[in-house]
């Protein structure tokens, strides 16, 4: 079955830094992978998504991740962060479940990300 | 369209009540999502539908909790003889899965946060 553990619960950083959010997955199978953000008071929203091909991914705002099979990890990462930033941030997972048919999403904790001036 | 919307948005009801939620979808996508989230967690899968069949449910979802989708539209959970547990924000979630093919992407509604006093 799979499970997705994010390894940092919050994550402080100021305005310009780098900053990454860690997460890694198990499953046994084919997996399509994904960030969601949830900024206050706001439902998720898509970051980006990994399902196949190129093993780093942009989203429009400036964030990357890379999936690393080996590693079993999709880390989020951003070069130099602004206020707008800060947020919740969820790691997602998706199964194959037979065939090429991808289901339910299984989800980490959770990050919250506060971008301090 | 205005993406996927949820009533109520709010539902504050006493132990042992019944309450049913609404959900409706992007309007061309053909599988709807059922989470749970609870506060510094993140969202938990119920239930999914393909059209109008039922195609997974979590163990998480006990006997008290029924979810339809009729027409292949819209869905609704109903939750029986309400416990204070069962407080949580219910998402609801969209995708397009065709055939063999889709991006298992899912788009999220606002949520409807039930209290259970």
């Known amino acids: 079955a799979q499970s997705v553990t994010q390894l940092d619960s919050q994550v402080p950083v100021f305005e310009e830094a780098p900053v990454e959010l860690r997460c890694n997955y198990s499953?046994?199978?084919?997996?399509?992978l994904f960030w969601y953000v949830q900024y206050p008071n706001q439902g998720l929203q898509l970051l980006l998504k990994?399902?196949?091909?190129?093993?780093l991914v942009e989203s429009i705002n400036g964030f990357e991740a890379e999936f690393n099979k080996s590693q079993t990890s999709f880390h989020l990462r951003k070069p130099s962060v602004h206020i707008s930033d800060t947020a919740e941030y969820f790691c997602?997972?998706?199964?194959?479940?037979?065939?090429?048919?991808?289901?339910?999403?299984?989800f980490g904790q959770g990050t919250i990300l506060t971008v301090h001036p | 369209d205005t993406g996927v919307s949820q009533d109520p948005r709010h539902k504050i009801t006493k132990r042992g009540q019944n309450v049913t939620f609404r959900c409706d979808p992007i309007?061309?996508?053909?599988?709807l999502y059922w989470y749970r989230q609870t506060l510094g967690q993140g969202p938990e899968f119920l239930t999914y539908?393909?059209?109008?069949?039922?195609?997974?449910k979590s163990r998480l979802l006990s006997d008290r909790f029924s979810a339809e989708r009729p027409k292949g539209s819209f869905s609704t959970l109903e939750i029986q003889r309400t416990e204070q547990g069962d407080s949580a924000m219910y998402l609801c979630?969209?995708?397009?899965?065709?055939?063999?093919?889709?991006?298992?992407?899912?788009?999220f509604g606002p949520g409807t946060r039930l209290t259970v006093t």
């Open positions: 979630a969209s995708s397009s899965w065709v055939g063999t093919s889709g991006s298992g992407e899912q788009y």
């Open positions: 499953s046994s199978v084919s997996v399509y």
């Open positions: 990994y399902l196949s091909g190129s093993t």
């Open positions: 997602a997972v998706s199964e194959s479940a037979g065939g090429t048919s991808y289901g339910k999403l299984t």
């Open positions: 309007s061309e996508h053909n599988r």
């Open positions: 539908f393909q059209n109008e069949a039922q195609l997974e």
